[in-house]
């Protein structure tokens, strides 16, 4: 990487404002440091700017939920075989793909050891590579519920991080956690398709349990995602106030109302299930959860298309770590596929998430006075979304971490 000169000039075909979902044609990006200066049409770049040919300037992408120290060829009983530190050090690189595939930002949603708290050091304190990171540690759940380890038997005494019961139990974890160094906090709402012997569409945490959990979190002033696929667990969710459901695979129309009157966010992971149907077995996965996904994939489809039709706000989510890092962006093209826009997907990656994160006024939006987190695709990815996968330019704090574009 190429450390931050004092000024640099950033040229392309045309930049998207997600804000204004407006085109910006021959843009002009002036940087100082790491933050953006000023954004000017029609410019003739400068002697020394980075011009980027037949290129589109994006903000930086911003994925709301992945697990950078969990990789696609630890499912099942192999997870038994990886300490935490081992699975900080595969976040390492995981970090490093997933900022060359474009993501400047992401949201780590639970992590064993707080593994995640230590990378998102490291790549802070610059010894690493990577995207900023806003990580909740061990995700907390109910005993023997999806964030629980329920692979092996009683002697062994195996048990997850953020297990907790009852509301002060809860409490406890979420003060725990934050002790540790933990951004936000992630609850498990509802039964997974990759934990053993949970179901789904079942609620796991109680309402009362939830509102515990938020109400600690408000007090601490930091947000809370629940995983949720089931429909009574995610209106338990939404009704005690979490700031995001994630998965959200059953909703009905009671679901989408109360998303929308408590502006609850969704984050949806709807390209996972072509990964686990086609790759699962091979990878490890249980049986138990494969034939868990043939019921949760293409009903959380249908479910995304009726919450984008009900205008519900939506962040990108990928539960990256299911599925290789770095493969984040091929969900683009299924958003678009099951009901967005090109600029409603861009804008749920980018400054719907930082408004999620409550940083939008460092990111989600190539403006004057942001941070300087910019990528550029090859086209114009509102004529062909398919082109977020290629994403050839990324610049992050001001700093250049990829340049394959064509310059001139
Ligand atoms: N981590 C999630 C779970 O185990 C993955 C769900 C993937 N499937 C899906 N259709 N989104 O529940």
């Known amino acids: 990487a190429q450390t931050a000169a004092a000024v640099t000039y950033l040229s392309a075909d045309r930049l998207i404002d997600v804000e204004n979902g407006r085109v910006i044609e021959s843009p002009l990006v002036t940087i100082d440091g790491n933050r953006i200066v000023s954004v000017l049409p029609d ?43 081992r699975s900080a050090i595969t976040g390492v690189k995981n970090a490093r793909t997933s900022l060359d595939a474009g993501f400047t930002t992401m949201r780590n949603l639970g992590a064993q050891g707080y593994a995640d708290v230590a990378l998102r050091d490291a790549i802070n304190d610059g010894d690493v590579p990577g995207p900023r990171l806003f990580v909740s540690g061990p995700a907390i759940g109910i005993t023997g519920g999806h964030c629980d380890n329920n692979l092996l038997t009683h002697e062994f005494d195996a048990k997850g991080g953020g297990v907790a019961d009852g509301p002060w139990g809860v409490r406890a974890k979420v003060r725990e956690n934050l002790k540790f160094g933990a951004d936000l906090i992630k609850l498990c709402a509802t039964g997974g398709v990759m934990s053993k012997g949970t179901e789904p569409g079942a609620q796991q945490l109680a309402l009362e349990e939830m509102q515990a959990a938020v109400a600690e979190a408000r007090n601490r002033g930091v947000i809370v995602a629940a995983h949720a696929h089931g429909t009574e667990g995610i209106k338990a969710a939404i009704r005690a106030g979490v700031n995001s459901v994630e998965h959200a695979s059953f909703l009905d129309s009671e679901a989408i109302r109360l998303a929308k009157k408590h502006g609850t966010v969704l984050s949806m992971d709807i390209y996972v299930t072509e990964y686990i149907l086609s790759e699962g077995e091979k990878a490890g996965i249980l049986p138990e959860s494969l034939e868990k996904e043939r019921r949760v994939g293409s009903r959380q489809r249908e479910s995304f298309r009726e919450a984008v039709d009900a205008g519900v706000k939506m962040v990108f989510g990928s539960d990256a770590a299911v599925y ?61 979304i398919g082109v977020m996968e290629k994403v050839q330019f990324v610049m992050k704090d001001g700093t250049v971490y990829k340049n394959d574009a064509v310059t001139f």
């Open 43 to 85: 410019a003739t770049p400068p002697e020394g700017a980075i011009r980027l040919q037949g290129a589109t300037l994006l903000p930086g992408l911003m994925d709301m939920h992945v697990h950078l120290t969990g990789s696609a060829d630890q499912h099942g009983y192999r997870r038994l075989a990886r300490t935490a530190v």
């Open 324 to 384: 290789p890092h770095g493969e984040n962006p091929r969900q683009f093209s299924r958003m678009v596929e099951f009901g967005m826009t090109p600029l409603q997907a861009l804008q749920a990656a980018t400054i719907n998430a930082a408004e999620l994160l409550g940083q939008q006024e460092n990111l989600g939006s190539i403006r004057e006075g942001k941070l300087a987190d910019i990528v550029a695709v090859p086209g114009n990815p509102l004529e062909d």
